[in-house]
């Protein structure tokens, strides 16, 4: 009897006891809670920016931010314009050589010759007319001297320019000799009459139109 009542006192104690899976389960539910609660920092963070700014004044090595690094532009270094050097060399200007800018020097006063012509051809004023020459032959014989013995004298350019002020030149004989030889003899059929000085003038334009226009498609640089 007393057998039979002890084995049933360990069956009811064990009976209320949980189980095992329930029992180490609900161990390791409170383990996990007490991790939880233990993960992270606890406490006041620093000021990263204080950190930083003490940093910067005992080390001035260290580059500042775009937001304090400001460009000031009324200390920014202009392009030197006026500085020969510059603009021969950095902007890499290319340069005539001394015959071209001869050449372009006259090419003014030939047109100016030839539109003085063009207002009136057929009645020119003769002094006017030989003023103009007097010019350009001045402003040719110094391209002669210069360059008659050099390669340039084989260009284009300086063959018109010598041949049309040369026949400028006839011309303009021909029509002071006519002017004097008009009051005591006939110029009818002769290279002194109105007919043929007309034809001369006509050429004279048009080799000053061909010459100007060549003249032209010259680079300037």
């Known amino acids: 009897m007393r057998n039979f009542l002890a084995i049933l006192f360990v ?5 209320v006891l949980p189980s095992d899976a329930a029992w180490f389960g609900k161990k390791n539910k409170q383990k996990e809670e007490v991790k939880k609660e233990d993960m992270g920092y606890k406490g006041v963070l620093p000021s990263v920016n204080t950190i930083f700014e003490s940093k910067r ?7 500042p931010t775009d937001d304090t690094k400001k460009t000031e532009k009324a200390k920014l270094e202009k392009a ?7 603009m021969d060399e950095i902007i890499k200007k290319k340069k005539n ?20 012509i063009q207002a009136s051809p057929e009645n020119l004023n003769l002094q006017k007319y030989i003023s103009q020459v007097n010019h350009l032959s001045l402003l040719t014989n110094d391209i002669i001297s210069k360059y008659s013995n050099t390669p340039d004298a084989q260009s284009m350019q300086y063959i018109w ?3 049309i002020v040369y026949r400028a030149k006839l011309l303009g004989n021909i029509m002071y000799d006519a002017k004097r030889y008009s009051t ?4 009818e059929g002769t290279q002194y009459s109105k007919q043929y000085i007309n034809s001369e003038v006509q050429i004279l334009l048009s080799e000053l139109d061909k010459a100007l226009y060549k003249l032209e498609e010259i680079d300037v640089y």
Do not use: A, G, T, W
Request: with cysteine; charged share 20%; glycine share 0%.
């Open 80 to 86: 030197p314009f006026d500085d020969p050097i510059f």
């Open 97 to 116: 050589s001394p015959f071209i800018d001869d050449v372009l020097y006259i090419r003014e006063p030939l047109r100016k010759f030839r539109d003085f």
């Open 57 to 63: 004044q005992q080390n001035p090595s260290i580059v």
């Open 161 to 163: 320019i010598c041949s």
């Open 11 to 15: 069956l009811i104690f064990v009976s």
């Open 184 to 187: 005591y003899m006939m110029l």
